[in-house]
């Protein structure tokens, strides 16, 4: 009896170690045979993730350049007054007209100015009186506001006089400094300016020193 106890506890055990190592192996054979089916469902699922992170749009804010709107071309026109010293005991009022042309880089700070002046005084010697000059070099504008422009420059280049005089050529060097400042309209390309500057000439064999205001309006492209 004793005997057939241990003979059936044996084979007990044995028998549910068995079925152990069985649905041991089921359940691994199991998982083989399910992953290649759970691989392709991610699939799907990891593809839509990446096709919404490549379609999301760029939602950086763009950098601001400038406060202000700056255009690269200023061309102006208007009046001009123009008091000049011939000689320590002789001046000449002129009236005339001012063209300018102003190019800034990239619509920056720093620009070349190119700049023709041409007036006309009152008689000396029977004839009347006439000054004319062409200039060039660098101008530096800042603004303050929207509507307020300030400038600075300076220029050399020839100037020009009539009536020729015996005691010297119709030509000389010429040299300019000042600045002014241009009222934006409403508009934004068309400003109204007012300017001053300082020429200096050499005519006569003496140093001329003539002070010009000019008033005007600027168009910018």
Do not use: C
Not at 103 to 118: F, H, K, L, P, T
Not at 132 to 137: E, F, H, R, Y
Not at 147 to 174: D, R
Request: aromatic share 14%.
């Amino acid at each position: 009896m004793r005997k057939s106890v241990i003979l059936w506890a044996a084979i007990l055990a044995f028998a549910v170690g068995a079925g152990a190592q069985e649905n041991s192996a089921g359940a691994t054979l199991l998982t083989s045979a399910m992953q290649p089916a759970l691989a392709a469902a991610a699939m799907p699922a990891a593809d839509a993730m990446g096709s919404a992170a490549t379609s999301r749009p760029d939602r950086r804010e763009p950098g601001v350049y400038s406060v202000f709107e700056r255009y690269n071309w200023q061309a102006s026109a208007g009046y001009t007054f123009l008091r000049f010293y011939e000689i320590p005991s002789l001046t000449q009022e002129m009236n005339g007209l001012n063209l300018s042309l102003v190019y800034y880089r990239q619509g920056g700070s720093a620009g070349g100015d190119v700049e023709m002046i041409v007036g006309q005084g009152g008689p000396q010697q029977g004839y009347t009186s006439k000054f004319a000059s062409v200039m060039g070099g660098l101008r530096y504008r800042f603004a303050l506001s929207r509507k307020v422009e300030w400038w600075v420059h300076g220029m050399a280049g020839t100037a020009h006089f009539l009536p020729q005089t015996p005691w010297s050529s119709q030509w000389a060097f010429a040299y300019a400094g000042g600045g002014g400042v241009d009222f934006n309209a409403h508009r934004h390309r068309i400003a109204y300016r007012i300017s001053a500057d300082m020429i200096g000439t050499r005519f006569f064999g003496t140093y001329q020193y003539s002070p010009k205001v000019s008033v005007g309006i600027v168009y910018k492209f």
